[in-house]
């Protein structure tokens, strides 16, 4: 089976407990759409743990750039700290040269998107979903190609994109050419929804339903792909 998850946020313990509740096996896999660092309490113990679990992947998302960035000399500490980063900054602080090195480089490397199928109906999954700056139509079809689309905005400012909340905006005439599965935005906050719940719209769903934020409801969502089946825990 294939299981989704994204926006774990330092949050080892909960993440262990929905991979009991779901029964992960070494038969399994398990795509994490990004956003395990940041906010948590073990956000590098749980990076190593999906990073070095071969049937686990992660996908690049905002907290990783960050991260990233910091190690690199980009941004301050001041900076990733007001974006949420103050617990994975003091983890990264007792790193010695060497691993700090090693974290870079599995940072940088991160992919950005995956695309899936099951049955007729193909998956894009990725961080934040779509930056309107960078959108690539079919001449053909008028869909939106998304992987073409993200390759866009990725090549043209990657932060912008893995920080767009643009997918939430888009016009109902918009279509994409596969079914988009995002993280990033809380579920939370959507207008007219608001609730710790998998979000399933027209064009795509979100899977952030607020971990960071479990004293306002949050709880973490794994969505089974196969048949659809929702996990909370």
């Not at 992919?111 to 999954?125: D, E, N």
């Not at 016009?171 to 710790?196: C, E, N």
Request: charged share 25%; proline share 2%; with cysteine.
């Amino acid at each position: 089976m294939r299981y989704l998850m994204s926006d774990i946020h330092g949050d080892f313990e909960n993440f262990y407990k929905m991979l009991v509740k779901i029964n992960f096996s070494n038969y399994d896999q398990l795509y994490v759409l990004g956003d395990v660092l940041d906010k948590g309490t073990e956000n590098l113990c749980l990076y190593e743990f999906i990073y070095h679990t071969e049937n686990i992947y992660l996908l690049k998302g905002n907290h990783e750039y960050l991260c990233e960035r910091y190690l690199s000399g980009q941004i301050t500490a001041e900076m990733w700290d007001s974006c949420g980063g103050e617990t994975t900054r003091r983890e990264v602080s007792v790193l010695s040269e060497e691993k700090r090195q090693a974290l870079y480089y599995s940072l940088r490397e991160l992919p950005i998107y995956k695309v899936l199928q099951t049955g007729s109906t193909q998956y894009f999954l990725t961080h934040s979903g779509y930056h309107a700056d960078c959108c690539v139509r079919d001449p053909e079809s008028g869909l939106v190609d998304i992987e073409a689309s993200v390759k866009k905005a990725v090549s043209w400012n990657q932060e912008r994109y893995l920080f767009s909340d643009d997918i939430h905006y888009i016009p109902a005439s918009l279509r994409f050419d596969k079914r988009l599965i995002v993280g990033h935005y809380p579920t939370l906050l959507l207008p007219d929804f608001r609730r710790a719940e998998i979000y399933h719209g027209t064009k795509y769903t979100n899977l952030d339903t607020g971990n960071e934020r479990r004293d306002q409801g949050g709880r973490l969502a794994c969505l089974r792909l196969e048949d659809g089946r929702e996990f909370y825990v």
